[in-house]
Every structure is written in structure tokens, then in C-alpha cells.
């Protein structure tokens, strides 16, 4: 699956938030396949995720700071997610983090 949409309404949601302050849909997390330079000099493609908020009412938080909707922003290894006024945080690592 290269999308997961996170949301209160589980009929549609991959991962669902209860918070009454989140949104039905209230973001998406999608995986894109994208061209980067490496320190030698040399193109190189590589999947990273991205998170957008869908227009929600109390928005969404990467590292305590709310994103615009409607934009994708490129999210990094030990980044914290939080959905509208909950105060559940989800941190993005990868199989190889160390906590």
C-alpha cells in the first residue's frame, strides 16, 4: 500500500483516531518514490513518506508545529505526528531506529 489515511471515520480510515477533535479524514501518509542527491554527486530514487492534512478542522502537527493543508511535507526518521487537540503523539522510524 503506497496511502494510509488516518480518521475518525472507520469505514474508510487505515488507521483510525478516535479524538473527537480529529477530522472523518483528517490527514493521508503516502509513500513516494523520489529522486535525491547523495554526497557524491549522483541521482539516486528512494521511497519516503509524506503527510498531508486534509483540510481538517484542528489541523496537524509534525514536531509540534501545524502544517498548511493540502501540501505534502516530507517527513524524517524520529519526526512526531499529532492529529488535531489529541494528545497521542506517533513517531515515524524505520526498522534499523534506536529508541
Do not use: W
Amino acid at each position: 500500500m503506497s496511502s494510509y489515511l488516518f480518521g475518525r471515520e472507520r469505514k474508510v480510515a487505515d488507521i483510525p483516531i478516535d479524538h473527537p477533535s480529529c477530522s472523518k479524514q483528517h490527514a493521508v501518509l503516502q509513500y513516494r518514490l523520489v529522486e535525491k542527491e547523495q554526497p557524491d554527486g549522483m541521482m539516486s530514487k528512494q521511497v519516503r513518506p509524506y503527510l498531508m492534512d486534509l483540510g481538517s478542522t484542528n489541523g496537524t502537527f509534525i514536531n509540534e508545529n501545524r502544517i498548511e493543508p493540502s501540501r505534502y511535507y516530507e517527513l524524517f526518521e524520529k519526526d512526531t505526528i499529532k492529529f488535531g487537540n489529541s494528545s497521542r503523539e506517533y513517531v515515524l522510524l524505520h526498522e534499523n531506529s534506536k529508541e
